[in-house]
Each structure stands twice: as C-alpha cells, then as structure tokens.
C-alpha cells in the first residue's frame, strides 16, 4: 500500500484540515504537474552529457595549441580507451550499452509500476540514476581506463532510467480525469526537450575544464530530485482524501443486500474481462499498431542519433569550440518542442495522424540535407536550420509516442479494454527504444568513414519510417475525401 511522505502528513494536519476539497484538489493537481515535470526534465537532464563530452573524448589532437608532444598521433589527447582511431566506434557501443538496457528495461518497469508504491519506485530509480550517471564522470576522478567500466555505468543507468516514464505518467494520470488531459499532458510533454537542453549547457560548462563534472552534477541533480519525491509526492488523490478522478464511486455510502450484488456482479464480470485480457499478438492486429511502430523505430532512430551525435558532428564540421558546439546543439531540441505541439494540433485539426507524420517526414529529408550542405556558412543559417530541422525530425515522433499511441490502445475495436492500451504502448514505444538504440550505434562507425554517409543514413531512415505510413495514410485520405463528397452531397440535397 501507498503511504503518505511525514512531510505531507504535516501539512494536512497544520493547514488542509478546513480548505474545501475543490481548492485542495488544484493545489494537489497544480503541484504533482510541476512535480512531475521537473523529475522528469531530470532524468533526461542526466541522459545528456555523454553526447558533449564525447567532443573532449574523440577530438581531432593537431588542431591543439600549443604544439603537440606527439605530432603524429592525432588522439594524443583523447581519453584512454577513446584514444585510437575506432574511438568512434567504442563511444557508439557505450551509447547503445544504454539505450538497448533502456529498451529492454522499459518492459520489466512497467510492471513493477503497476505494483509498488510510486513514490518509492520513483525515488529509488532516480536516486541510483544518479549515482550511475555519476559513475561515468568518475571513472575520469579515478583515472580508469578500461572500456568495460564505461559500458557497466551506460547499462547500470539505462536500467535505472526505465523507471521515470511510467512512473510519472501513472502519478500524473491519478489526478487528471480523461476529460482535461489532451492540453495538460501536451504541454507537460515539453520536459523531455527542456531536459536535453538543460543538460547540454551543464555539461557544456564543464566539458573543455573538467568533463568529469559533467557527468557528477547531472547526477546530483537527478538524486536530489529523487530525494524531493522521496517527501512530497503524492501520487494517489485517495491519500489526502480526495477522490480519484478515474474511478467511480457509488453514490450512496451504505451498504445494502442489492449493494452487495452489483458488487458482486461487477467483480465477476471484471474477472471475465480479465481473462479475456488482449495478447501481444491480438494487439499487432489492431489496424495501425504494426505501421506505427515500425515507423517509431526508424523515427526514434534518427531523433537520438541527433541527440547523441550531433554535438560532435559540429564540433567537427564548423570552427566553434566543444563548448559552442553543445551549446548550438540545444536549438535541435528547441525545434523539437514546437514540432511536437505543431503536429498534436495539426492531428487534431485534420484528425489524420499518420498523414501529419507523413508530410513532416517528407519535408524532412530534404532539410537535413540541406543543414549538411550550409550548417558552416553562418552561425545565424545554422540556427536557424537546427530549428527546423528539430520540428521536422521529433514531430512525427512525439505524435507517435503520446496521442497516436493513446488512439490506437482506445480503438473501437478493442471495446475499452483497458489491458490493451499498457500492451500497445508497450510495443509501440518497446520498438522505438529499439531504434534509439540502434542509430547511435551504427552511427559510430559509419561517421568514420565520413559524416555524409550518416546524413544518408538518417535520410533513408526517414523515407522508411514515411514509406511504412502510406497505407494509413492513403486510407486516412480517402475516409476525408468520402466524408467531404458527403458534406458537398447534403448541401446539394433538395430541401
């Protein structure tokens, strides 16, 4: 059973004793959004720093002044073990030591999810986070050179990290009934972009002095917000004697033989419902689940092979220094929060998901192309490409992850079965962890053998993920063209 944090209890026997329920369930709901936002703008904060400390740990040695002790060796300077020419390669292994760990963890949490105390489960993930993530910058504090200690750190981490996204969608989703969600949950959503671009000038501030220290404050600020939810949560509305928004409770408190028999009768009939709980494979047969989770895959992999490479490939193909670099990079991420709430409200204009993904994509591949070709003519063009090119590239993929895969786990055939929206998003989002992970692994080694190529393969990446949504969204099309024949029909209609 959940309990209630001392410091909680105290303030509702010092000052909630006489504030009436409505204002005390806005204070609540106000303070778990906030709440809840920043935990989770932590735990991103936290995924951050590898993608800029990369720029100190494989840079290009010559280029340093004053002269070199080792002019023909041009990673003289680089970190052991990135200190060779497949340095590339290793730090695409430690990238994806993480986010494989991320992508299989993901499963097992949401289940622990669904049976612990939130408030614990929360501050014990974010807690170990942030010792884990801590770990990697000590490993420079300690002079330790060896691969497998850095890899360890990326997988101990991944683990931990699986338990903030269901942990908080669960404790927000206890105070907000369906009816208000699509707006609060849209714009609480932009942690995830806030969290990337704060984690970057952290570790930007640190990476060219002390790239230890960009690791060790992510950390600390991941635990002490752990510490925070640890005494003041409240992830239950039950808990402060509120009643919970998503549950139905009879009008009348007495109990009564009929009482007894709609219980009865309503515990039965959930007991039928469980058994006939949806499969993995009853939910691949959902209309839309395969196409989009595919489309995820290919989607998430180009978004975090910007987030874990793009910093470097500026450090090495503009004259700004690896502090600048991480810095610029953040306008990704600030193109990426308006591209999420432009394709929810494009979606719920046109009420066509997969041709919102589609056009986005489309679009897409040319403008990557394009930032590629003229990112180094002017630090003004470059910013001004990353903005696009950020809403272009994560549009598509916050769609997918929040409302596309909240439709497809209500589908009218599915008969409000609520065992198939957690086994949809599992494997909606289940795939796309796959495909964060395994951009920035291949990512690694093809850079070596030229940037291009890895622009190429984004640009393939995405026309797949655009090709996998053409039969939604010709089907999508025609559903609007025969319901606009219609409309044209009745207003033709004689009276």
Known sequence: ??????????????????????????????????????????????????????????????????????????????????????????????????????????????????????????????????????????????NIHQLWFYIVAQILCGLMQTTGWPGVVTALGNWFGKGNRGLIFGIWNSHTSLGNILGTLIAAAFVSSQWSLSFIIPGIIIGSMGIITLFFMVPLPEMVGLPNPNANYEESPAVSYVGKEKEEETRNQNEAEEEKAISFFAALKIPGVVEFSLCLFFAKLVSYTFLYWLPNYILNNTPYSPEASANLSTFFDVGGIAGGILAGVLSDKTGMSASTCIVMLIVAIPMMFVYQAFCAVSLGLNIFLLLVVGLLVNGPYALITTAVSADLGTHEC??????????????????????????????????????????????????????????????????????????????????
Not at 26 to 54: E, G
Not at 89 to 97: A, E, H, N, Q, R
């Open 414 to 495: 599915l008969k409000g079965n609520a065992k198939a929206l957690a086994t949809v998003t599992a494997i909606i989002d289940g795939t796309g962890s796959i495909g964060a992970a395994v951009g920035p692994l291949i990512a690694g080694p093809i850079s070596e053998a030229g940037w291009d190529y890895v622009f190429y393969m984004l640009m393939f990446s995405d026309l797949f993920a655009l090709i996998l949504l053409l039969r939604l969204g010709m089907h999508e099309m025609n559903n609007w063209w025969m319901e606009r024949r219609r409309r044209r029909n009745t207003l033709l209609a004689p009276i």
């Open 1 to 142: 059973m959940a309990r209630l944090p001392l410091s909680i209890q105290a303030i509702e026997s010092s000052c909630c004793v006489t504030v009436p329920d409505k204002r005390k369930r806005k204070a609540y709901s106000i303070w778990m959004w906030v709440l809840t936002f920043f935990i989770y703008c932590s735990y991103h904060l936290s995924r951050k720093p590898i993608s800029v400390v990369k720029n100190v740990l494989n840079q290009n040695c010559t280029d340093l002044t004053p002269p070199v002790p080792n002019p023909n060796n041009s990673h003289w300077c680089d970190w052991k073990p990135f200190d060779k020419d497949n340095s590339a390669t290793l730090l695409g292994m430690v990238d994806s030591s993480f986010l494989f760990a991320y992508a299989i963890g993901m499963f097992i949490s949401g289940f622990i999810a669904e049976r612990m105390d939130l408030r614990i489960f929360l501050s014990i993930g974010m807690i170990f986070s942030g010792i884990f993530c801590a770990m990697f910058g000590l490993g420079k504090s300690f």
